[in-house]
Antibody
Framework: QLHLQPSGPGLVKPSETLSLTCSLSGGSSRTADYYWGWIRQSPGKGLEWIGS???????YYNPSLKSRVTISVDTSKNQFSVKLDSVTAADTAMYYC?????????????????WGQGTLVTVSS | EIVLTQSPGTLSLSPGERATLSCRAS???????LAWYQQKLGQAPRLLIY???SRATGIPERFSGSGSGTDFTLTISRLEPEDFAVYHCQQYDSLPYTFGQGTKLEIK
């Protein structure tokens, strides 16, 4: 059974880059069947999809974050990552990694399952 | 962008009662590409329903989803103590994929 484990700094300074990694166990990131994505949840707010990538770096990003975000997959390490540039306090959130099955014809992807546990990132000086 | 509005914001019920949660989309969600997730305090969301009405693996039969177009419903037929949580809907029809703001199901 696939297990996703996020990791990364819990505190990031304003204007710096947030970097998180999601490590997989019980399954491989090198698959054409799935996309690997990140979702965040700000304190007391709803869930926000950040972006997703296939193993061969076909990526989709939320337009609200597209100018600042990069998602990549490292199949040699069986993990995927997110980088978010120029962070502000508004980027303080619980960050989740998750898998989604690719849609037929590679027109995006489907529901998120499973999810990794969240990792809290606080943006503060 | 498809905006999903969930109602009510908070639902107070007792174990054994029936829960009906609503998710309304700002435009039609094609192919019934709508999912429901359950999130317990301090945990990641867990997939309950996909394709508007298909239960995910291991989800009890008391959970059911229905609807199409712009109106979707999650029904819990008879609440168990472990069902009190926050429920989120999500559309995966058009990018950017979006979530509703959640419905908190609390014990009355």
């Amino acid at each position: 059974q696939l297990h996703l484990q996020p990791s990364g700094p819990g505190l990031v300074k304003p204007s710096e880059t947030l970097s998180l990694t999601c490590s997989l166990s019980g399954g491989s990131s090198r698959t054409a069947d799935y996309y690997w994505g990140w979702i965040r949840q700000s304190p007391g707010k709803g869930l926000e999809w950040i972006g997703s990538s296939s193993y061969n770096w076909n990526t989709y990003y939320n337009p609200s974050l597209k100018s600042r975000v990069t998602i990549s997959v490292d199949t040699s390490k069986n993990q995927f990552s997110v980088k978010l540039d120029s962070v502000t306090a508004a980027d303080t959130a619980m960050y989740y990694c998750a898998r989604a099955r690719r849609k037929f014809g590679d027109q995006g992807f489907l529901w998120f399952d499973p999810w990794g546990q969240g990792t809290l990132v606080t943006v503060s000086s | 962008e498809i905006v999903l509005t969930q109602s009510p914001g908070t639902l107070s019920l007792s174990p054994g009662e029936r829960a009906t949660l609503s998710c309304r989309a700002s435009q039609s969600v094609g192919s019934n590409y709508l999912a429901w997730y359950q999130q317990k305090l301090g945990q990641a969301p867990r997939l309950l329903i996909y394709g508007a009405s298909s239960r995910a693996t291991g989800i009890p039969e008391r959970f059911s989803g229905s609807g199409s177009g712009t109106d979707f419903t999650l029904t819990i037929s008879r609440l168990e103590p472990e069902d009190f949580a926050v429920y989120h809907c999500q559309q995966y029809d058009s990018l950017p994929y979006t979530f509703g703001q959640g419905t908190k199901l609390e014990i009355k």
